[in-house]
């Protein structure tokens, strides 16, 4: 699979999502039935570019077509059920000089392993490639390093063991499954620095646009009428229904 540069139109969309928080896009993406609302879960803003007095309260919000990358185990356990993709990352290169620019890259690596996947040196390459972003479905480490680059980074965890402890490099730009979260190549990455990460997946980002206008005006309905004293269950039933 691949990513292609955004038309107009998508980059129009994008701008609108910016106006929302992950939340809002969230709730839209749970009336749409898409799996976990397109959560990941259990991810901690490790770095953020250009922290203000504001920044706890206004959240940063970073948006781009997902890359991905898929880290596996260097010796696979025979209780180990995850089925890993084939290889198709070329002899001789290193998975990061492969990473598309104008991208949030999402990494994913295996449950239960104390090393990370990613650290100073490949960040530092990700900043040069002008990558927007990374999440990585485990650990960081060098956070000093990863913080210079001045990137949001969102981790699981954090190390100080390098990769090749536990990990090896498998493929680039494949399908991502994580904790039922499905991750595509060009998906839409919504990083919203207060809330956590959402997956849009791209052929549903038109529809998200048009249903959050709704959805943020009656949440403002319901919150207005509680201001007044009206029960939650009456203002929800007024407004939600």
């Given amino acids: 699979m691949s990513v292609t540069a955004l038309s107009q139109g998508q980059n129009n969309l994008i701008t609108m999502l910016a106006e929302y928080t992950a939340c809002d896009i969230a709730d839209a993406l749970l009336k749409l ?3 976990n609302a397109g959560y990941l879960s259990n991810l901690h803003l490790i770095t953020r570019p250009d922290v203000t007095s504001t920044s ?11 890359s991905t990358m898929t880290f596996g185990p260097i010796a696979k356990s025979s209780h180990d059920k995850v089925t890993y993709p084939q290889t198709n990352i070329p002899t ?3 998975w990061v000089d492969l990473t598309l620019s104008e991208t949030i890259l999402v990494i994913s690596q295996p449950e239960g392993q104390s090393c990370a996947v990613l ?11 002008n990558v927007k972003g990374v999440v990585v479905s485990g650990r960081i480490r060098d956070k000093l ?10 981790a699981r965890g954090t190390s100080i063991v390098g990769s090749s402890a536990e990990s090896k490099p498998l493929a680039i730009q494949e399908t991502l499954n994580i904790a039922g979260t499905l991750v595509t190549p060009g998906d839409i990455i919504f990083c919203d620095s207060i809330n956590g990460v959402v997956v849009i997946p791209q052929q549903r980002v038109e529809e998200v646009v048009d249903l959050l206008p709704a959805l943020t005006a009656a949440d403002e309905r319901v919150k207005n009428d509680v201001r007044n004293g009206i029960l939650v269950s009456e203002a929800f039933a007024k407004h939600r229904s």
Avoid at 56 to 66: D, G, R
Avoid at 119 to 129: C, E, Q, V
């Fill in 33 to 35: 039935h898409v799996s």
């Fill in 56 to 66: 706890e309260i206004s959240p940063t919000i970073t948006i781009a077509p997902a």
């Fill in 92 to 94: 001789g290169k290193h």
């Fill in 119 to 129: 650290g100073g040196i490949l960040a530092l390459r990700l900043k040069i490639l």
């Fill in 145 to 154: 390093e990863l913080k210079s680059t001045g990137l949001p980074i969102w």
